[in-house]
């Protein structure tokens, strides 16, 4: 006989939400990507400007200081003395007064520190009125270390600078510190 039998109530059929919810967000991002490209966005007419004359951009007359590996100063490849740079530079200037300096150093290592010359040059030609860029391209060994335990050189702060002072900048990429 059937003393143990377990009557059960018939479950109630239920609607699981969630599963409606993903296919309806998915067939409605389906539908948006599907018209963001029917309409192809690079090919969308346009009228542009059409120029009757046009002129090529002329580059502004520029004259370039270069200290090769020994210390050696040129003025547009020609040598030339430190005393006679802002001479030869204002003769320049008389022809084309928009002249732009351009200050280069050589790449590689040197057996005379051109920091110093590099310094000189520019507190004369500041002075002068000469709009100053200084030249160069990025350095991109200079993070690289063979030796974990040795540490990349730091500039080196003369005896006269105060403990603490701040340690000149490296310049490792192009840089345009005069005024335009």
Not at 71 to 91: H, M, T
């Amino acid at each position: 006989m059937s003393l143990f039998r377990v009557r059960r109530s018939p479950a109630e059929p239920r609607i699981e939400l969630a599963p409606l919810i993903d296919v309806m967000l998915f067939l409605l991002t389906f539908f948006i990507y599907s018209v963001m490209l029917m309409e192809r966005v690079d090919l969308v007419p346009m009228e542009l400007r059409t120029y009757r004359s046009g002129q090529a951009a002329t580059p502004l007359p520029a004259a370039t200081i270069s200290v090769d590996l020994d210390g050696a100063l040129y003025l547009d490849r020609a040598p030339v003395a430190l005393d006679g740079i802002v001479d030869r530079l204002e003769e320049l200037r008389a022809e084309s007064p928009d002249l732009v300096v351009y200050l280069a150093l050589a790449d590689g290592a040197s057996t005379v520190d051109r920091s110093a010359l590099l310094l000189e040059i520019w507190d004369r030609l500041m002075p002068a009125g000469f709009q100053v860029d200084i030249v160069g391209r990025k350095n991109r060994g200079a993070a690289i270390v063979d030796d974990p335990l040795r540490t990349p050189a730091q500039p080196a702060v003369g005896p006269t600078a105060p403990p603490g002072a701040p340690t000149p900048p490296t310049v490792s990429e192009p840089v345009d510190s005069a005024p335009r």
